[in-house]
Protein backbone atom coordinates (compact mmCIF):
# COMPACT_ATOMS: atom_id res chain seq x y z
CA UNK A 1 0.00 0.00 0.00
CA UNK A 2 1.19 3.79 -0.91
CA UNK A 3 0.11 6.77 1.34
CA UNK A 4 0.86 10.42 0.17
CA UNK A 5 0.24 12.78 3.11
CA UNK A 6 -0.26 16.46 1.82
CA UNK A 7 0.26 18.63 5.24
CA UNK A 8 1.46 22.21 5.91
CA UNK A 9 3.97 20.98 8.87
CA UNK A 10 4.55 17.24 7.59
CA UNK A 11 7.63 16.84 10.03
CA UNK A 12 4.46 16.76 12.35
CA UNK A 13 3.88 13.27 11.05
CA UNK A 14 7.84 12.26 11.07
CA UNK A 15 8.06 10.55 14.41
CA UNK A 16 4.66 8.56 14.56
CA UNK A 17 5.24 6.92 11.72
CA UNK A 18 8.67 6.35 11.90
CA UNK A 19 8.91 4.24 14.49
CA UNK A 20 7.88 0.22 15.72
CA UNK A 21 5.05 -1.29 13.48
CA UNK A 22 4.70 1.36 11.20
CA UNK A 23 8.48 1.82 10.95
CA UNK A 24 8.60 -2.21 10.38
CA UNK A 25 5.57 -2.09 7.95
CA UNK A 26 7.67 0.21 5.94
CA UNK A 27 11.35 -1.62 6.02
CA UNK A 28 9.44 -4.82 4.88
CA UNK A 29 7.99 -3.04 2.02
CA UNK A 30 4.42 -3.68 3.30
CA UNK A 31 3.66 0.35 3.48
CA UNK A 32 5.00 3.03 1.77
CA UNK A 33 4.51 6.62 2.97
CA UNK A 34 5.07 10.06 1.66
CA UNK A 35 4.84 13.30 3.22
CA UNK A 36 4.47 16.41 0.63
CA UNK A 37 4.68 19.80 1.84
CA UNK A 38 1.93 22.11 0.93
CA UNK A 39 4.19 24.97 0.92
CA UNK A 40 6.28 23.82 -1.85
CA UNK A 41 2.99 24.10 -4.31
CA UNK A 42 2.50 27.36 -3.69
CA UNK A 43 3.09 30.48 -5.87
CA UNK A 44 2.84 33.39 -3.39
CA UNK A 45 5.53 34.87 -2.50
CA UNK A 46 6.86 33.32 1.35
CA UNK A 47 5.07 29.95 0.28
CA UNK A 48 1.62 31.22 1.46
CA UNK A 49 -1.09 28.83 1.84
CA UNK A 50 -3.81 30.73 3.40
CA UNK A 51 -5.78 34.07 3.02
CA UNK A 52 -8.91 35.44 5.05
CA UNK A 53 -12.42 34.06 4.40
CA UNK A 54 -15.13 36.09 2.25
CA UNK A 55 -18.09 36.91 4.11
CA UNK A 56 -15.81 38.04 7.34
CA UNK A 57 -15.06 36.28 10.60
CA UNK A 58 -12.18 34.99 12.49
CA UNK A 59 -9.67 32.48 10.93
CA UNK A 60 -7.86 31.77 8.16
CA UNK A 61 -8.75 29.29 5.62
CA UNK A 62 -6.35 27.00 3.64
CA UNK A 63 -6.36 28.72 -0.12
CA UNK A 64 -7.45 26.37 -3.14
CA UNK A 65 -4.43 26.67 -5.37
CA UNK A 66 -1.75 25.30 -3.34
CA UNK A 67 -4.11 22.61 -2.69
CA UNK A 68 -5.02 21.60 -6.62
CA UNK A 69 -1.12 21.86 -7.04
CA UNK A 70 -0.61 19.31 -4.61
CA UNK A 71 -3.16 16.96 -5.66
CA UNK A 72 -3.15 17.14 -9.56
CA UNK A 73 0.75 17.03 -9.17
CA UNK A 74 0.50 13.50 -7.45
CA UNK A 75 -2.63 12.75 -9.28
CA UNK A 76 -0.46 12.83 -12.67
CA UNK A 77 2.18 10.02 -10.63
CA UNK A 78 -0.27 8.24 -8.86
CA UNK A 79 -4.12 6.52 -9.48
CA UNK A 80 -5.53 7.39 -5.55
CA UNK A 81 -8.29 4.66 -4.53
CA UNK A 82 -9.55 7.54 -2.59
CA UNK A 83 -8.76 11.29 -1.65
CA UNK A 84 -9.54 11.53 2.21
CA UNK A 85 -9.28 15.32 4.09
CA UNK A 86 -8.99 15.15 7.76
CA UNK A 87 -11.92 17.21 9.30
CA UNK A 88 -13.62 17.16 12.85
CA UNK A 89 -16.92 17.25 10.54
CA UNK A 90 -16.25 14.35 8.75
CA UNK A 91 -17.15 10.68 9.28
CA UNK A 92 -16.08 9.19 12.61
CA UNK A 93 -13.36 6.60 12.01
CA UNK A 94 -13.90 3.42 13.02
CA UNK A 95 -12.44 -0.42 12.91
CA UNK A 96 -14.65 -0.95 9.94
CA UNK A 97 -13.28 1.89 8.47
CA UNK A 98 -10.17 1.32 8.53
CA UNK A 99 -10.24 -2.58 7.52
CA UNK A 100 -12.37 -1.40 4.52
CA UNK A 101 -9.20 0.68 3.68
CA UNK A 102 -6.34 -1.61 4.43
CA UNK A 103 -7.75 -3.19 1.19
CA UNK A 104 -7.00 -0.32 -0.77
CA UNK A 105 -3.75 0.13 -2.98
CA UNK A 106 -3.13 4.28 -2.71
CA UNK A 107 -4.06 6.72 -0.91
CA UNK A 108 -4.00 10.18 -1.05
CA UNK A 109 -4.52 11.98 2.90
CA UNK A 110 -4.73 15.83 3.28
CA UNK A 111 -4.49 17.67 6.66
CA UNK A 112 -6.30 20.37 7.15
CA UNK A 113 -5.08 23.60 8.95
CA UNK A 114 -6.63 26.93 10.25
CA UNK A 115 -10.24 27.09 9.73
CA UNK A 116 -10.06 24.97 6.81
CA UNK A 117 -10.00 24.25 3.22
CA UNK A 118 -11.51 26.29 0.37
CA UNK A 119 -15.44 24.40 0.10
CA UNK A 120 -14.23 23.63 -3.54
CA UNK A 121 -11.48 21.24 -3.04
CA UNK A 122 -14.08 19.17 -0.88
CA UNK A 123 -16.45 20.01 -3.86
CA UNK A 124 -14.30 18.34 -6.59
CA UNK A 125 -11.42 16.59 -5.01
CA UNK A 126 -11.91 14.85 -1.59
CA UNK A 127 -13.66 11.43 -2.05
CA UNK A 128 -14.02 10.57 1.89
CA UNK A 129 -13.65 13.08 4.81
CA UNK A 130 -12.63 11.54 7.66
CA UNK A 131 -12.30 12.76 11.74
CA UNK A 132 -10.84 10.64 14.33
CA UNK A 133 -13.16 12.03 17.40
CA UNK A 134 -15.79 14.94 18.36
CA UNK A 135 -12.89 17.30 18.80
CA UNK A 136 -10.82 19.76 16.78
CA UNK A 137 -7.19 19.81 16.79
CA UNK A 138 -4.44 22.56 15.74
CA UNK A 139 -4.47 20.58 12.35
CA UNK A 140 -5.02 17.25 10.92
CA UNK A 141 -1.43 15.60 11.24
CA UNK A 142 -2.08 14.04 14.57
CA UNK A 143 -5.49 12.50 12.74
CA UNK A 144 -3.41 11.18 9.63
CA UNK A 145 -0.93 9.78 11.80
CA UNK A 146 -4.06 7.96 13.92
CA UNK A 147 -5.24 6.79 10.62
CA UNK A 148 -2.46 5.59 9.14
CA UNK A 149 -1.26 3.27 12.12
CA UNK A 150 -5.28 2.00 12.58
CA UNK A 151 -4.75 1.14 8.50
CA UNK A 152 -1.11 0.01 8.34
CA UNK A 153 -1.15 -2.45 11.27
CA UNK A 154 -3.95 -4.44 9.24
CA UNK A 155 -1.65 -4.98 6.11
CA UNK A 156 -1.01 -8.84 5.77
CA UNK A 157 2.88 -9.32 7.07
CA UNK A 158 2.78 -6.47 9.46
CA UNK A 159 1.97 -7.83 12.76
CA UNK A 160 4.44 -10.79 13.60
CA UNK A 161 0.77 -12.43 14.53
CA UNK A 162 -1.47 -11.72 11.53
CA UNK A 163 -4.81 -13.08 13.68
CA UNK A 164 -4.55 -10.82 16.45
CA UNK A 165 -5.45 -7.48 14.84
CA UNK A 166 -8.34 -10.11 14.19
CA UNK A 167 -9.43 -9.70 17.74
CA UNK A 168 -8.81 -6.33 18.32
CA UNK A 169 -11.42 -4.22 20.15
CA UNK A 170 -14.19 -3.28 17.60
CA UNK A 171 -13.56 -5.94 15.52
CA UNK A 172 -16.59 -7.89 16.23
CA UNK A 173 -18.56 -4.44 17.74
CA UNK A 174 -17.20 -5.73 21.20
CA UNK A 175 -14.61 -4.40 23.64
CA UNK A 176 -11.67 -6.63 24.27
CA UNK A 177 -11.90 -8.67 26.61
CA UNK A 178 -8.91 -8.45 29.83
CA UNK A 179 -5.69 -10.12 29.09
CA UNK A 180 -2.89 -11.71 31.65
CA UNK A 181 0.87 -12.61 31.62
CA UNK A 182 3.69 -14.11 33.73
CA UNK A 183 3.63 -14.13 36.87
CA UNK A 184 0.81 -16.51 37.82
CA UNK A 185 0.14 -15.19 40.93
CA UNK A 186 1.35 -11.52 42.31
CA UNK A 187 0.82 -10.23 45.57
CA UNK A 188 -1.93 -12.49 45.82
CA UNK A 189 -3.73 -11.14 42.85
CA UNK A 190 -4.21 -14.05 40.59
CA UNK A 191 -4.80 -14.84 36.78
CA UNK A 192 -8.49 -16.49 36.64
CA UNK A 193 -8.28 -20.63 36.72
CA UNK A 194 -10.08 -20.81 33.66
CA UNK A 195 -7.03 -19.48 31.47
CA UNK A 196 -4.69 -21.91 33.11
CA UNK A 197 -7.12 -24.80 32.57
CA UNK A 198 -5.72 -25.68 28.99
CA UNK A 199 -8.96 -26.23 28.30
CA UNK A 200 -9.41 -24.02 24.48
CA UNK A 201 -13.43 -23.88 24.04
CA UNK A 202 -14.18 -23.00 28.00
CA UNK A 203 -11.15 -20.63 26.94
CA UNK A 204 -12.72 -18.67 24.10
CA UNK A 205 -16.34 -18.88 25.93
CA UNK A 206 -15.11 -17.05 28.93
CA UNK A 207 -13.53 -14.38 26.86
CA UNK A 208 -16.36 -14.14 24.85
CA UNK A 209 -18.47 -13.35 27.73
CA UNK A 210 -15.65 -11.08 29.57
CA UNK A 211 -16.34 -8.80 25.73
CA UNK A 212 -20.03 -8.93 26.02
CA UNK A 213 -19.66 -7.73 30.38
CA UNK A 214 -16.86 -5.19 29.86
CA UNK A 215 -18.90 -4.07 25.95
CA UNK A 216 -21.75 -3.32 27.73
CA UNK A 217 -20.74 -2.09 30.76
CA UNK A 218 -18.63 0.53 28.85
CA UNK A 219 -19.58 0.95 25.89
CA UNK A 220 -23.77 -0.16 25.58
CA UNK A 221 -23.91 1.56 22.15
CA UNK A 222 -21.90 -1.27 20.40
CA UNK A 223 -24.40 -3.83 21.10
Known amino acids: MRIDIIS ?10 SHSIMKRAQAKGLLEVHLHPLRQYSSLKHNQVDD ?3 GGGAG ?3 MLEPIVNAIESLQAKVQYDEIIYLTP ?3 TLNQQMANQLSLKGNLLMLCGHYKGIDQRIRDHFITKEISIGDYVLSGGELGAAVLVDAIGRLLPGVLNDETSALFDSFQDNLLAPPVYTRPVDFRGWKVPDILLSGDHKK ?4 RHQQALDRTRERRPDLL
Open 89 to 91: DGE
Open 8 to 17: VLPELLESPL
Open 52 to 54: YQF
Open 203 to 206: IDDW
Open 60 to 62: MVM
